[in-house]
């Protein structure tokens, strides 16, 4: 089809439908119980999980972007005690609905074959050996910690290498489906029998070709539009060509069909969507003008690419002049205001004097820094004190800084 003649979904209503997708287009009040925070969760697929903790770890700065009434505590029980989360990959670590645990079993099959020839190059082969004793040692004692397997090993020297032959081991098992995570402990992962994680819900084994159905109208249903590289990459369960030729039929089908969708700068870029985007689209509410504070693992900023294109925002955790020089803090949040990504902060909890520290904020070129916008910025900073357990707030004396 030539392009003129594909419907066209203008930027500001493309953005309004790509945040909406990613639950961001209304503020619940008052705490969520658990049957909305894994309703939350269900919509978007999943959350990631990463251990920076400048002001709080990234799958609870995710939640919280959406529910000001969240808090940390909420989330461990729905991984450790009703099972209704299960803790793996998509692109990266993340927490997923337990629900499609299933569809996972393609991933568990595919990475047992990807996995050994990639960390065979990594290591030695000492670690397939490994696997038997492993499974012997969790079966007949209960679940165990990297720090529980392999005593006497040799480790290496240094990052991926510190890893033993055992702890190499129990995450292969874990990566692909053998073990399954139980709890953490602080934030160290403890794994066991996936049989006893999940007894019922790891016997259901759908087809590779369901599996690659399923993930893919996920990922289209969330995204709202989407190239197949993009649909491909929401869960990476899928492969590129598999994406392709399920975007192929799909199309043929009636089920998809391509549009023009409008970035920031008004370039026209091809993307597949359901039949009734443009509807959808001008269904999609408005968003708050509050400011929300994102984290930069937030789903709807994974794709920095994507990001840039739609929003018009350069997005990398670590910005360089051609000096080159730092210009921004090295883990700055997004700060979004309606539709619009208007700058990013830098601050940091610090828990031993319980003050939330904030050095900066950067506005974006052509956003001005009013009263009332800093006024919304400093509203959202003091619910970012409260969520943190922080007591106060402590603000740079040139912490309002011009856009760079």
């Known amino acids: 089809m030539p392009p003129s003649a594909r419907p066209i979904l203008r930027n500001a209503d493309a953005r309004r439908l790509f945040l909406h997708r990613h639950a961001l287009s209304e503020v619940p009040a008052g705490k969520p119980d658990a049957t909305e925070i894994m309703a939350l969760i269900e919509r978007l697929g999943f959350v990631q999980v990463d251990s920076i903790n400048t002001v709080e770890r990234a799958h609870h700065m995710i939640l919280f972007a959406r529910s000001p009434g969240y808090r940390p505590a909420q989330l461990r029980p729905l991984l450790e005690d009703s099972r209704e989360l299960f803790e793996h990959w998509t692109h990266d670590a993340s927490l997923i609905p337990t629900a499609f645990f299933p569809h996972w079993q393609l991933r568990f099959a595919r990475d047992r074959e990807r996995l050994v020839e990639k960390w065979r190059n990594w290591r030695d082969d000492a670690y397939l050996a490994k696997f038997d004793e492993v499974l012997a040692q969790v079966a007949n004692h209960g679940p165990v910690t990297s720090s529980d397997v392999g005593e006497g090993e040799e480790r290496g020297k240094g990052g991926w290498w510190e890893w033993h032959p055992s702890k190499t081991a129990l995450e292969y098992l874990w990566r692909t489906g053998a073990l399954s995570v139980s709890r953490r402990d602080g934030f160290q992962k403890v794994y066991d029998l996936t049989e006893r994680v999940h007894p019922e819900i790891c016997l259901h084994r759908p087809s590779p070709e369901d599996s690659i159905d399923w993930a893919c109208n996920a990922a289209m249903d969330r995204l709202g539009f989407a190239t197949s590289g993009e649909v491909a990459a929401f869960f990476a369960a899928v492969r590129p060509d598999e994406a392709r030729e399920w975007c192929r039929a799909a199309l043929a089908q009636g089920s998809l069909l391509e549009i023009e969708v409008e970035g ?103 956003v001005q820094l009013s009263p009332a916008r800093v006024a919304r910025i400093e509203a959202e900073l003091e619910r970012l004190r409260r969520f943190s357990g922080c007591d106060s707030v402590a603000y740079a004396n040139d912490w309002l800084r011009a856009a760079v």
């Not at 026209?268 to 443009?278: E, H, I, M, T």
């Not at 509050?290 to 910005?319: H, K, M, Q």
């Not at 700055?332 to 208007?342: K, N, S």
Request: proline fraction near 9%; avoid cysteine.
């Open 264 to 366: 920031a700068d008004g370039a026209l870029r091809r993307s597949f969507a359901r039949p009734d985007v443009l509807e959808a689209a001008q269904a999609a509410p408005e968003l708050p003008g509050r400011v929300r504070i994102l984290s930069p693992f937030d789903p709807a900023l994974r794709d920095r690419n994507r990001t840039e294109r739609l929003f018009g925002y350069f997005y990398r955790i670590e910005v360089f002049t051609p000096e080159p020089k730092r210009i921004y803090g090295y883990y700055t949040f997004p700060l979004l205001e309606g539709a619009r990504l208007i700058g990013r902060l830098d601050a940091r909890a610090e828990r031993s004097s319980g003050t939330l520290k904030v050095r900066a904020v950067w506005p974006e070129r052509g």
